[in-house]
């Protein structure tokens, strides 16, 4: 039972920031990330680090 309730908390804590996170950091990128060399050949590593990172904070 204590790993049932770790999971949905888990999950909880995913899809929140994937629902959250993701979408602001993408208008983020597509808008300002133009002008920027990295961010456009690094974007995809970037979302990935920036959601691993907002599921840390929503746990």
Known sequence: NI????YLIIARAVS?????????????LHNFGRNIFLIENY?????LIIW??????FL
């Open 16 to 28: 929140f920031s994937g629902f959250i996170a993701i979408p602001l950091m993408l208008f983020f």
């Open 3 to 6: 790993f049932v309730n770790e």
């Open 52 to 57: 691993i990172a907002s599921t840390q904070i």
């Open 43 to 47: 974007s995809y590593s970037m979302i």
